[in-house]
Nanobody, 117 residues
Framework: VQLQASGGGLVQAGGSLRLSCAAS????????MEWFRQAPGKDREFVAS????????YYTDSVKGRFTISRDNAKNTVYLQMNSLKPEDTAVYYC???????????WGKGTQVTVSS
């Protein structure tokens, strides 16, 4: 059971990136999928979550209106569209999955996002 995040990179402030998190080894179609990030010297923080049916999404305040989480259960993949990126969005981004948001039992390796000013 693995989650593989991809899509990170270097982008200028105001630019966009789309992160992907592909699940393999089992189906995650009935799992909550979430994105977290960790900046250098800071604690890991929640970014966004989406339920299994895509009917509920949540975002941390700092990304509301700029980031959009979505999923394609047929592809076992969750996405994070990031627009209007800011230097403070620079971090390693991780995806996670679990039966509930309080039981995230599978984590992927992170993907680095760097936003230059």
């Amino acid at each position: 059971v693995q989650l593989q995040a991809s899509g990170g990179g270097l982008v200028q402030a105001g630019g966009s990136l789309r992160l992907s998190c592909a699940a393999s080894g089992r189906t995650f179609s009935n799992y909550v999928m979430e994105w977290f990030r960790q900046a250098p010297g800071k604690d890991r923080e929640f970014v966004a979550s989406i339920n299994w049916s895509s009917t509920s999404t949540y975002y941390t305040d700092s990304v509301k209106g700029r980031f959009t989480i979505s999923r394609d259960n047929a592809k076992n993949t969750v996405y994070l569209q990031m627009n209007s990126l800011k230097p403070e969005d620079t971090a390693v981004y991780y995806c996670a999955a679990g039966p509930t948001t309080y039981a995230l039992n599978t984590w992927g390796k992170g993907t680095q996002v760097t936003v230059s000013s």
